[in-house]
């Protein structure tokens, strides 16, 4: 977990950092750096893809072996074509019947990495709380407070956020608003459900700020 949480932190600054000063550069060198920021940009794949490890946390005073899920979900149309991929990251543990929460933050325009990294994730980035936490990089621990010993957790980034992205000719403003939104988190969550075959599990929803207002949504479609 620590090194993927590293990666994506450095993919962030390669993403940013060389091209800070593009406006001051000769036309020539804006249309290179152009090219550089298209070539670094991240892709989203048409076709779902996921990584699976197995890890154990400790909560409540028992180890609870689970399995954390990188992956993305397609979202399409009326017609089949494919409009968009979220990404997600799952902790799920062995078990009947087990309930599966989706989680997100808000904004509109946040990632989950709120929820997921510093709430209720089972690895969460260690912090000097109450206190202002200083400049990265940052120390990741087990989670004694994560809900896994009672749900199964699913984090998701709305589209344009995190790993989450339109894809072929659809653009992001096709999800900037509250329906569009939640049709896509509400995609996103059937996909999810039928794909792993939790049609049978309790299902919750579990939003900070916006994502209030986004879980009534969802649950209105």
């Known amino acids: 977990m620590r090194r993927s949480a590293l990666s994506l932190m450095a993919a962030a600054l390669l993403l940013t950092s060389p091209f800070a000063h593009a406006a001051d550069a000769p036309a020539a060198d804006k249309a290179m750096d152009g090219d550089k920021i298209e070539a670094a940009t991240a892709r989203a794949p048409v076709d779902e893809a996921k990584t ?4 154990t946390v ?9 399995k954390a899920t990188a992956g993305t979900l ?11 991929s979220m990404f ?40 000097p709380s109450p206190q202002p936490a200083g400049a990265a990089p940052y120390d990741l621990v ?12 699913v984090f998701l980034d709305a589209i344009g956020t995190g790993f989450s992205r339109p894809l072929g000719k659809t653009e992001g403003k096709a999800f900037y ?7 896509a988190f509400s995609k996103a969550i059937a996909r999810y459900i039928i794909e792993n075959h939790r049609v049978n599990a309790p299902r919750y929803l579990f939003g900070e700020s916006y994502g209030t207002t986004r879980s009534a949504v ?4």
């Open 74 to 84: 397609t979202l399409r149309d009326n017609d089949g074509k494919p409009t968009a």
């Open 142 to 153: 087990p989670n004694p407070d994560s809900l896994l010993d009672k749900t199964d957790l």
């Open 88 to 127: 997600y990251v799952a902790y799920t543990v062995d078990g009947p019947r087990r309930p599966v929460t989706f989680f997100y933050n808000g904004g509109p325009g946040s990632a989950s990495v709120w929820l997921h990294m510093g709430s209720f994730g089972p690895v969460r980035v260690k912090t």
């Open 177 to 183: 608003g509250v329906d569009q939104d939640g049709e």
């Open 218 to 221: 969802v649950s209105y479609k």
């Open 52 to 55: 699976v490890t197995s890890h």
């Open 58 to 66: 400790t909560i409540g005073g028992k180890p609870i072996a689970y």
